[in-house]
């Protein structure tokens, strides 16, 4: 079955630095890859789709590229704040639309 | 900006009743979602909903789950004989497309099974 690995140790950085968060995944090719920001308590929220063809995706401070070789994508959030901590989930797009999502990397910015 | 809402925001249970969790999903969208979320775990596909037919669904719909759209507006997930691990957040989504475009997720309901 298909499985995603995101980093579960929490990623501590300070603020202006660029965050870095990994995404591999295994026995899948997506069409689609997408990450979602989820505050505690909340639903996640959308950030960035990319697709098999496309190497990047850029969003102001956000950066998401999609290596269907390496089977990873890596997100980036450059010139972090304190705002940007949360939790980031990759998800992987199936036929149907759903989602299927990977544990979480928790970010936090430090001022 | 038009959002998904969930009622109830919090459910209290106990073991074997009936639960009806409510979605109000985004006014033209046509694809409906039921995702759960453990407390520290992941967050789980249920179901995807379309055309008034389920489209796919996952091992944890089993028979005690069942979704429907009873009228324009409201999504609901019904669990007809709730177990203790069915305690979780229940998210709810809702998409203009299946494939390539995002889903928007509404805030949960957190079901509580005692």
């Known amino acids: 079955s298909q499985k995603i690995e995101q980093n579960s140790e929490a990623l501590n950085i300070q603020e202006g630095k660029t965050a870095t968060l990994t995404c591999n995944y295994t026995n899948y090719s997506p069409a689609y890859l997408q990450w979602y920001r989820q505050d505690p308590g909340r639903g996640p929220v959308f950030l960035l789709l990319i697709r098999e063809n496309e190497k990047e995706k850029r969003k102001e401070r956000l950066k998401v590229t999609f290596d269907t070789t390496l089977k990873q994508s890596l997100f980036h959030i450059t010139a972090s704040q304190p705002a940007d901590s949360a939790t980031y989930l990759c998800?992987?797009?199936?036929?149907?639309?759903?989602?299927?999502f990977g544990q979480g990397t928790t970010l936090q910015v430090k001022p | 900006e038009p959002e998904v809402t969930q009622t109830p925001s919090h459910q209290v249970t106990q073991m074997g009743q009936e639960v009806i969790l409510r979605c109000v999903p985004i006014?033209?969208?046509?694809?409906f979602y039921w995702y759960r979320q453990i407390l520290g775990q992941k967050v789980e596909f249920l179901v995807s909903f379309y055309n008034n037919e389920i489209s796919e669904k996952s091992e944890i719909f089993d028979d005690q789950f069942s979704v429907e759209r009873p009228d324009g507006s409201n999504f609901t997930l019904k669990i007809r004989s709730t177990k203790l691990e069915d305690s979780a957040m229940y998210f709810c989504?809702?998409?203009?497309?299946?494939?390539?475009?995002?889903?928007?997720f509404g805030p949960g309901t957190r079901l509580t099974v005692t």
């Open positions: 998800a992987l797009e199936g036929n149907t639309g759903k989602l299927i």
């Open positions: 989504a809702s998409s203009w497309l299946a494939t390539a475009y995002e889903q928007y």
């Open positions: 006014s033209n969208h046509l694809y």
